[in-house]
């Protein structure tokens, strides 16, 4: 027996059918900037999932940093798996709670593409050089990014994205005074969604950061069995496989903190929302409670966790002495830039002085561009060094203040 193909329509219905009535529909989206088509068989959220991953930024986040330089070996975490590890979690969380996995799924992919490079020594060093202009923050920096930085489409610049996802860059930024965030203000209380990904974002750090200071040798397991929540968790591995040691027992109790953090937040979750008498998007909005989030004891457990984590490996000298590195990268760039335009890349360089400054037709990349008010050069110069990876930012940084004579 043959079945007809699955169209927009039958998606909708799906939702409708599905999800719980607390979970955002994409029928209800307050939807795009730039009116477009429905597309025949894809949601707008499914639209701006594929648009996302397709986009320059999310490639880009596979040479930037998480926690340590990209460079530093090719097993640990990158922006861009860590991206991954998020999104996977973030849609079985959707998915127990009934929620929107599509929209959930574009919010977690989304998340991090505003990093600049070198991780938070990076963002801080924008915005000290940015301060007179509004500071840098990734999120805002992510928002901007998909609406109008990513050059793909004829019809409009950026992604043209919906605004339930554009919305979750402001929502996790909490800065509500910045001029961009004015068509989000009166939205309310974050979708649960948002929230999930938010949430999720911390489970995925603080286990894998622990894993990663582990494999690179900043801290060892000693150290760890004095932290509560690793030595439960390792109590608990040793109870269900008794035996284990060295690798095997470190990615089994890896493997425990991550599906304790999930079951905890699944359990407490869907108390609140029962508690708080949830019964659609609309009570979503209107609460001013956290509806996602862990039980007072995991809450507790990973404060000290993170604790833990923050001054043992995010402060460790081997991290700092990177993160050091790149943040002087950051800002010597800034300041030869600044003073010297003409050797930004002819792109961005349009984008300060117009059109004329460079003589020749523009490229093609150039037609969506050329349609937003020209932002000024302090602007132009953050926009282009967040948007590099590490090793871009790297060797930029050489081409410009080593002696060679490099093209
Ligand atoms: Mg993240």
């Excluded at 039958?10 to 999800?19: I, K, P, S, V």
């Excluded at 992604?159 to 005074?177: K, P, Q």
Aim: overall charge negative; some cysteine.
């Amino acid at each position: 027996m043959s079945h007809p193909p699955l169209s927009a329509a039958d998606w909708l219905a799906h939702e409708n059918a599905w999800l719980a009535p607390y979970a955002m529909r994409s029928r209800m989206s307050r939807g795009q900037r730039h009116p477009e088509d429905e597309h025949p068989f894809r949601s707008l959220y499914q639209r701006d999932r594929e648009r996302i991953v397709h986009c320059t930024a999310f490639r880009r986040m596979t040479g930037k940093t998480q926690v340590l330089v990209a460079s530093v070996n090719d097993h640990h975490r990158t922006r861009l798996t860590h991206t991954l590890e998020v999104t996977q979690v973030a849609r079985t969380v959707a998915r127990r709670l009934r929620l929107n996995e599509d929209l959930t799924e574009a919010i977690a992919l989304a998340h991090d593409i505003g990093h600049p490079p070198f991780g938070h020594a990076g963002e801080a060093a924008l915005n000290e050089c940015l301060k007179a202009h509004g500071g840098f923050d990734h999120n805002l920096f992510g928002l901007r990014r998909v609406d109008e930085l990513e050059e793909r489409y004829p019809d409009f610049p950026g992604l043209n994205l919906s605004f339930e996802v554009r919305w979750a860059f402001v929502a996790h930024s909490g800065r509500t005074d910045a001029p961009e965030c004015g068509e989000f203000r009166d939205a309310g209380s974050p979708l649960l969604e948002a929230q999930v990904v938010d949430v999720v974002d911390s489970i995925a750090y603080d286990t894998h950061d622990t894993d990663d200071a582990l494999g690179l040798g900043l801290i060892n397991l000693d150290e760890l069995a004095n932290v509560e929540f690793w030595n439960r968790a390792a109590d608990r591995v040793r109870r269900h496989t008794p035996g284990l040691s060295g690798h095997p027992f470190r990615t089994a109790v890896v493997r425990e903190l991550l599906a304790w953090q999930v079951t905890d937040l699944l359990e407490e979750t869907s108390r609140r929302i029962e508690e708080a008498n949830i019964r659609s998007v609309e009570d979503v909005r209107s609460t001013s409670s956290v509806l996602v989030g862990f039980s007072p004891e995991v809450r507790r457990l990973k404060a000290v966790l993170e604790q833990f984590l923050r001054g043992r490996v995010y402060k460790h000298h081997r991290v700092l002495r990177m993160t050091a590195n790149g943040k002087r990268i950051l800002q010597a760039l800034f300041a030869e830039y600044l003073q010297s335009p003409e050797l930004l890349p002819e792109k961005h360089l349009r984008r300060w002085a117009g059109a004329d400054a460079v003589v020749g037709p523009p490229p093609p990349g150039w037609v969506t561009a050329n349609r937003l008010p020209l932002p000024g050069l302090e602007c132009v110069v953050g926009d282009y060094l967040a948007g590099m990876t590490d090793r871009y930012a790297q060797h930029e940084y050489r081409r410009l203040f080593l002696p060679s004579l490099e093209l």
